[in-house]
């Protein structure tokens, strides 16, 4: 268990919230219960790690109205909802909208274990690359623009006279903007150099 991580619980049921509670106790695992998604709301911190599970059928705001208040906080906070046999139909949507799971009542202790276990790995892999992410973000932002347009000549495939020519800059400039552009994003090589702007193009496609 990464002691990092948090289980928030959100069940209007006292019954469940106590023993999922006591389960999670039993194998180290620190969580947090709330009788409600309002009373969660009132507490929530995006920076918090863990994952959440969720009671898909609660009063007033509901297991679905709360994962979508959630998604438009950019939360990527793992969703394991629990959902009675009527519930299937709102399950089944709320995987379509990005819940990673949903356990059946009445349902055995190790199957949600095992489900919680997944989504708090899924959790490390999000905020690995979350990470990663600002970390090329942050070191594509400190290139100035000349040593940017130098970056991104080289890994296309550029070779320095023709960056020159483009830009109207001798060879030697170039070749110091393309060392001082590898020492800033971290690489020595041109395949690192150059796997450094797929990723990029990659993270701007996607915004």
Same mark, same amino acid.
């Given at each position: 268990m990464d002691r990092a991580q948090t289980v928030f619980v959100v069940d209007d049921d006292e019954g &469940?919230?106590?023993?999922?509670?006591?389960?999670l106790a039993t194998v180290g695992q620190p969580y947090e219960a709330f009788g409600s998604a309002a009373e969660f709301l009132e507490s929530y911190d995006p920076s918090r790690r863990g994952c959440l599970v969720l009671d898909i059928r609660m009063p007033r705001i509901s297991g679905l109205e709360l994962q979508a208040q959630l998604i438009e906080r950019g939360s990527d906070?793992?969703? &394991?909802f629990i959902t009675g046999h009527g519930d299937i139909p709102m399950a089944v949507e709320a995987m379509r909208l990005g819940a990673l799971d949903f356990v059946r009542k009445p349902f055995r202790e190790q199957d949600l274990l095992d489900r919680i276990n997944e989504a708090l790995d899924v959790e490390l892999v999000r905020r690995k690359r979350t990470i990663e992410r600002d970390d090329l973000v942050e070191k594509i932002a400190s290139l100035t623009d000349r040593e940017k347009a130098v970056f991104e000549g080289v890994a296309d495939g550029d070779m320095n006279k023709v960056i020159a020519f483009d830009l109207g800059i001798s060879e030697r400039t170039v070749e110091v903007h393309r060392a001082n552009a590898m020492k800033k994003l971290g690489v020595r090589t041109l395949a690192e150099l150059i796997r450094i702007k797929i990723a990029?193009?990659?993270?701007?496609?996607s915004d």
């Amino acid at each position: 268990m990464d002691r990092a991580q948090t289980v928030f619980v959100v069940d209007d049921d006292e019954g &469940i919230r106590d023993g999922l509670g006591m389960l999670l106790a039993t194998v180290g695992q620190p969580y947090e219960a709330f009788g409600s998604a309002a009373e969660f709301l009132e507490s929530y911190d995006p920076s918090r790690r863990g994952c959440l599970v969720l009671d898909i059928r609660m009063p007033r705001i509901s297991g679905l109205e709360l994962q979508a208040q959630l998604i438009e906080r950019g939360s990527d906070l793992p969703i &394991i909802f629990i959902t009675g046999h009527g519930d299937i139909p709102m399950a089944v949507e709320a995987m379509r909208l990005g819940a990673l799971d949903f356990v059946r009542k009445p349902f055995r202790e190790q199957d949600l274990l095992d489900r919680i276990n997944e989504a708090l790995d899924v959790e490390l892999v999000r905020r690995k690359r979350t990470i990663e992410r600002d970390d090329l973000v942050e070191k594509i932002a400190s290139l100035t623009d000349r040593e940017k347009a130098v970056f991104e000549g080289v890994a296309d495939g550029d070779m320095n006279k023709v960056i020159a020519f483009d830009l109207g800059i001798s060879e030697r400039t170039v070749e110091v903007h393309r060392a001082n552009a590898m020492k800033k994003l971290g690489v020595r090589t041109l395949a690192e150099l150059i796997r450094i702007k797929i990723a990029a193009d990659l993270l701007e496609s996607s915004d």
